[in-house]
């Protein structure tokens, strides 16, 4: 099992810039692929990206490809979501989340998911 801490959100205004990152404790955080999440207000959760075990693939939700980055430091245990250019309809808590799962990059269907961090962008 894995426990996931998320952390880095905050208000920012529009254009501005935040980093997100999530912190796994627990089993071996290489063993995971590592997923980004968003909920807005009244909305579903969606999924932004995705990385793989080792970093070496990255996937994006169409609309956030070039503004939202993924990264992660094994090291670390911490995956990192860099988000620019921040829009307003970017608001929404962002949830981090673990998979085993082969098909980390279509199923959405994550093991283990963090509390979420808020993120509320100014026009």
């Known amino acids: 099992q894995v426990q996931l801490v998320e952390s880095g959100g905050g208000l920012v205004q529009a254009g501005g810039s935040l980093r997100l990152a999530c912190a796994a404790s627990g089993r071996t955080f290489s063993s995971y692929a590592m997923g980004w999440f968003r909920q807005a207000p009244g909305k579903e959760r969606e999924f932004a990206g995705a990385?793989?075990?080792?970093?070496?693939?990255?996937y994006y939700a169409d609309s956030l490809e070039g503004r939202f980055t993924i990264s992660r430091d094994n090291a670390q245990n911490t995956v990192y979501l860099q988000m620019n250019s921040l829009k307003p309809e970017d608001t929404a808590v962002y949830y981090c989340?673990?998979?085993?799962?082969?098909?980390?990059?279509?199923?959405?269907?994550?093991?283990?998911w963090g509390q979420g961090t808020q993120v509320t962008v100014s026009s």
């Open positions: 990385i793989s075990w080792s970093g070496s693939r990255r």
């Open positions: 989340a673990a998979t085993t799962d082969s098909n980390w990059y279509r199923n959405y269907e994550y093991q283990y």
